[in-house]
């Protein structure tokens, strides 16, 4: 059984207890959700619970709204794809951002240095990683020194995300080539001998990776058997045998 949505292992108690009481609507906390943010930034922890309920307390307080923040937790969004958190979070946001990030797509980017233009980066990086286009994103995010800036707060986004790229790989591939997977990655060489053996346990037999067999890669057949009574076959034939009104 799954880990329930509110529940994160990491987090304070102090955070606890805001988010199970009242005060999780209460402006004042704003500062206090801000700050653990900031946290999971730096130490690599992650609380998509209580950082919905900072952007809802933005959504009713739109003047508290911190566009750092609102980028670092859309960036922390990222670090755990192909969950549903990064909508989840851009569903927060305040309508005129949406609607800015859409119209940009027809009429040219957004004005520099908005919270518009940054959510439209994201937006970008997010698509091409749902859609598997795992070497296209790392091109994207050498093609503009905007995106380093915008994961600048979150410590060890890169590595992150290639954890989560192999995660995925795992669950649908038993071999991949290496140059794929090197492509998908976005490291080479010794690096990426260490990362395939210590980090994800798998194998390397010449240009090909081997993936071990796990309950999501490997190919089963699956048996379906249904309960049908006698009775049941008994009423279908009484009823082809009736005569029509």
């Known amino acids: 059984m799954g880990l329930a949505f509110d529940y994160s292992p990491d987090r304070p108690e102090h955070i606890d207890t805001i988010l199970n009481g009242l005060d999780r609507y209460n402006p004042e906390t704003t500062g206090t959700f801000q700050e653990y943010v900031a946290q999971q930034c730096e130490n690599q922890t992650y609380d998509c619970y209580a950082n919905l309920a900072l952007l809802k307390l933005y959504q009713f307080n739109p003047h508290l709204t911190r566009d750092e923040t609102t980028t670092n937790i859309l960036a922390k969004a990222l670090t755990v794809f192909p969950s549903p958190d990064y909508s989840l979070c851009l569903s927060l946001l305040p309508p005129h951002i949406l609607a800015q990030t859409k119209v940009s797509q027809q009429n040219g980017p ?38 380093a800036d915008l994961v600048a707060d979150v410590q060890g986004f890169e590595e992150l995300l290639r954890v989560r790229v192999a995660v995925v790989v795992s ?33 390397l037999d010449g240009d090909v990776v081997r993936i071990p067999l796990n309950k999501d890669n490997e190919a089963r057949g699956t048996v379906v058997r ?20």
Not at 117 to 129: C, D, K, P, R, S
Not at 173 to 180: G, H, K, L, N
């Open 171 to 203: 669950q649908c591939m038993q071999e991949v080539r290496r140059d794929i997977l090197e492509s998908w990655l976005n490291v080479r060489g010794a690096k990426f001998e260490n990362f395939v053996k210590e980090v994800c346990g798998w194998g």
């Open 226 to 245: 249904e309960n049908v009574k006698f009775e049941h076959f008994g009423r279908m034939i009484k009823r082809a045998y009736e005569q029509p009104a």
């Open 110 to 147: 957004p004005a520099s240095g908005t919270l518009s233009e940054a959510v439209q980066h994201l937006n970008a990086l997010h698509t091409q990683l749902i859609n598997a286009q795992y070497a296209d994103f790392w091109n994207t995010m050498d093609s503009d020194d905007l995106y």
